[in-house]
């Protein structure tokens, strides 16, 4: 089983978002995720321009980060319903935009756990609503371990895996560590659902570049292995993280070293 490196835009933030698809290019990356930032992103003459040096990089896009990640607490789970039913209208657009550009994944947040808690009964049916209508598209929603949404420690995976046994997640690692929660168990906890990781470490209260910090990463890839792990790992640090591409570059070669 092959894990390929890539990247995600997000990393270069806030530089706009096609420009940022070239500094991946330039680090020698070609395959990404792709984070949007704005609605008008996904149409027009943007698009358009974006979808044409996609294809003439060849690059592989796996993935779509939506900004409105951020709002899902309010879009979804803030007790609306006639707000669900337009969020899910709302996320057709990422939905159709992976589908063009042959996106497997749409990540999602979820509920800010400072938010009232519908209970997991409920947030797997809402969940629900959202993938049935990704699936229209061909894409699959899945759920990462943000620090502070549901899915943050080990025992909220577990349980919205109890109530929703076919959901998808996407891993990673700084996430949990900013929440003070072990990512090993996080990881454990995702078991053979886990299909996207962002990859990173960690190391003095920080995030840093893969294979840079103090986190294990062979530890990690032994329990993607161990999973049948069929994704990428894509390097997903922020601006304030790293130099520059070339830093995440030689971070990619070290982590392929790890991979073997």
């Known amino acids: 089983m092959a894990i390929r490196t890539g990247i995600s835009s997000a990393c270069f933030y806030p ?24 609605h008008s992103e996904m149409k027009g003459g943007y698009y358009k321009e974006m979808k044409a040096y996609i294809d003439a990089q060849g690059m592989d896009i796996i993935s779509i980060h939506p900004y409105t990640c951020g709002y899902e607490h309010v879009i979804f789970f803030g007790g609306y319903e006639r707000r669900i039913s337009d969020g899910v209208e709302l996320y057709k657009d990422y939905f159709e935009f992976a589908a063009k550009l042959g996106a ?16 997991y009964e409920k947030y797997a049916e809402i969940f629900a609503r959202i993938n049935e209508c990704a699936h229209t598209f061909g894409v699959e929603l899945i759920h990462e371990n943000t620090t502070w949404c549901i899915c943050r420690e080990a025992d909220g995976i577990k349980n919205l895996r109890k109530e929703y046994p076919d959901m998808k997640f996407v891993f990673d690692a700084k996430q949990a560590c900013r929440g003070g929660y072990d990512p090993y168990a996080v990881l454990e906890a995702m078991g053979d659902h886990v299909v996207h990781v962002h990859i990173n470490d960690w190391a003095d209260g920080s995030c840093k570049p ?40 030689e971070s990619a070669r070290l982590l392929r070293e790890e991979i073997g």
């Open 15 to 38: 530089l706009d978002t096609l420009l940022s698809l070239k500094e991946c290019v330039k680090g020698g990356f070609s395959v990404a995720e792709i984070f949007i930032n704005t």
């Open 104 to 119: 497997k994944f749409v990540v999602f947040h979820g509920n800010n756990m400072k938010n009232k808690f519908c209970g």
């Open 210 to 249: 893969p294979c840079m910090g103090a986190l294990d990463t062979k530890r990690m890839l032994r329990r993607l292995y161990e999973v049948g792990y069929g994704g990428d790992a894509v390097v997903e640090v922020y601006r304030e993280n790293f130099t520059d591409v070339f830093q995440l570059a």
